[in-house]
């Protein structure tokens, strides 16, 4: 192993020498030009299982706030300044409700207050939609319970609601049976954001042959604005099956109250991508990036074509981009082994360092150039390459991601291990507690305790060559526990 590393070394040392003079040469001053560090990228899904279907992903003011289905009582909210961050970003409890089996949520600002609407059952009752306004211009609340919205004749069932803005006025749009049985698309006048001022009228039924599969479904509807056109993007057949997908609605002008001022798209513009593995990929939001220049998509999708309403659906997040028409051109999902960068203008509070031991003074280093999961970490003579380079990613209270320059994957307490002497390995980020570093400056030197385990990133058996391997340990305060970060 240490002839290899020895290869690698040499490798380096022409790499590097490489490097600078190719910065040189390219750099119109003459300089190497700095590499701007990378952006938070993320891999998706960007939330993992249970409360991840059905998203609705809102930018404000930097932050994003992220809401999904709970089938619990509670409405539960992530926060994160980057897409990045919201795996690991706590849910907390903005709203408990006097339902069950919460679905769908939608988070709206409407005249500098928040509004969420959601569906739950009351005992013995149809599902309805339900309404909570903020008590100020916060996302994360407080909240208060506005009431149910009045959408269908005899309290009728009615999910999947949304906001309309649109000629000054406000709409609901949302999900209702008809009366010849199929789930199709409504929408109705709102007199204030938790009043419809009379019953919704149906502007879509699921009649094309894309919009029946696995049952016939129009729901999950959600605007979509730009260049002076309105598009209403819905999900279309039933989520208990892979071809779960997105057709579209333009709105053409008129009473948005009549079915004939709206035209529907004839073919669906997001659907299962067998080949990136990504199947029944809908019910979806759109937001843009905190610098406004990007359209983004949240929406859940399986792994699976076996898979369908449960819990596995999981929440993945991509840019969007625009047609020549005019259009959305929301391209085809991804699949969970993209590595995407966050969206344009996020904080990007992430921060390169090297990791030196205090003891070997030897610095933290992605071994033999790994980039696969589970490739090595060992130490390594200090030098300038990207293999011990370390953006570090706040993910709240003190803990970082620790992600490696080269391989692009994250410093990983392996196997979710608790025993002292554990292997620390690199893993594909994924923003788990076993990815979480919890760093403490004293003096000018670092340790950093793994959030799982507890234990700290320890230079093994007080090691001094290069190649020394690197473990966890019981926290002693000892010199080969102590890191210079910088
Ligand atoms: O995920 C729960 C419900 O299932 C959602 O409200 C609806 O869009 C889907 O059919």
Known sequence: ?????????????????????????????????????????????????????DPTLVQFNGNYYYVATTWTSDIVMRRSSTIAGLRSAPEQVVFRSAGD????????QINNRWYLYYSVELAGAPRRTHVLESAGNDPAGPYTYRGILNLMPNNGWAIDGAVLKLNGALYFHFSAFHSDGLQSLYIAPMSNPYTASAFGTRISAPTLAWERQDGAVNEGSFALQRGGRTFLTYSASHCNGPNYKLGMLEYRGGNPLAAASWSKFSNPIFQRNDANGVFGPGHHSFFTSPDGTE??????????????????????????SWNADGTPNLGVPVS???????????????????????????????????????????QWTCNDLPVQDWYLTPVGDNYYAI????????????????????????????????????????????????????????????????????????????????????
């Open 336 to 378: 969970t082994s993209t590595v995407l960068a966050g969206p344009s203008g996020e904080v990007n509070n992430t921060r390169r360092a090297h990791l030196r031991n205090q003891h070997s003074n030897l610095c933290l280093d992605d071994y033999n150039f790994g980039t696969a999961p589970g490739a090595e970490v060992r």
């Open 403 to 486: 992600a490696n320059g080269h391989s692009g994957l994250c410093l990983d307490n392996k196997d979710f291990a608790t025993a002292p002497g554990s292997v620390v390995q690199q893993w594909t980020c994924n923003g788990l507690a076993v990815q979480q570093w919890r760093l403490t400056t004293t003096n000018g030197t670092t340790t950093l305790v793994n959030r799982h385990s507890n234990l700290c990133l320890d230079n093994y058996n007080f090691a001094t060559a290069p190649g020394s391997e690197v473990r966890q340990w019981t926290c002693t305060g000892a010199a080969n526990q102590q890191w210079i970060v910088g």
């Open 101 to 108: 089996t919460m679905w769908a949520p939608h988070l709206e």
């Open 295 to 320: 359209t983004w998509i949240a929406y859940h999708a399986n792994s699976s074509a076996s898979q369908g309403c449960g819990t596995t659906r999981t929440t993945r997040v991509q840019k969007i």
């Open 1 to 53: 192993m240490l002839f290899a590393h020895r290869r690698a070394t040499v490798w380096r040392a022409m790499s590097f020498v490489a490097a600078v003079v190719a910065g040189l040469i390219l750099s119109p001053i003459g300089q190497p030009q700095a590499v701007a560090a990378p952006g938070p990228s993320f891999t998706n899904p960007a939330v993992p299982a249970p409360n991840s279907a």
